[in-house]
């Protein structure tokens, strides 16, 4: 079993940056595959950006968003820049054991992930 904790949001104006970052239990964190997803009020939840043996992001955070990750920490972190009134949502983390194939399908559909973080909220306003 994996549980996953978020923390780091909170409320900014647009221009400003925010750091999430998501802690996970298990021994198991180096070899899985993490990813951040979003929701917004009345939408659905959409990819945000995914690591593990490949990087993605979704167009619309390409060049202001950043997945990192720390496996000595067991924590995966989104560093958030340039953030704009749109990005506001409550974000979430996604992991899942072990390696997704290649190909972008995986990391974004949030159905392939098994394990899923409370949630964080991030308000940019104008």
């Known amino acids: 079993q994996v549980q996953l904790v978020e923390s780091g949001g909170g409320s900014v104006q647009a221009g400003g940056s925010l750091r999430l970052s998501c802690t996970a239990s298990?021994?198991?964190?180096?070899?899985?595959?993490m990813g951040w997803f979003r929701q917004a009020p009345g939408k659905e939840r959409e990819f945000v950006a995914g690591?593990?043996?490949?990087?993605y992001y979704a167009d619309s955070v390409k060049g202001r968003f950043t997945i990192s990750r720390d496996n000595a920490k067991n924590t995966v972190y989104l560093q958030m820049n340039s953030l704009k009134p749109e990005d506001t949502a409550v974000y979430y983390c996604?992991?899942?054991?072990?390696?997704?194939?290649?190909?972008?399908?995986?990391?974004?559909?949030?159905?392939?992930?098994?394990?899923w973080g409370q949630g964080t909220q991030v308000t940019v306003s104008s």
């Open positions: 996604a992991a899942q054991r072990g390696a997704f194939p290649s190909a972008a399908y995986y990391y974004t559909t949030p159905s392939k992930y098994d394990y």
């Open positions: 298990g021994r198991t964190f180096s070899s899985a595959t």
């Open positions: 690591r593990g043996g490949t990087t």
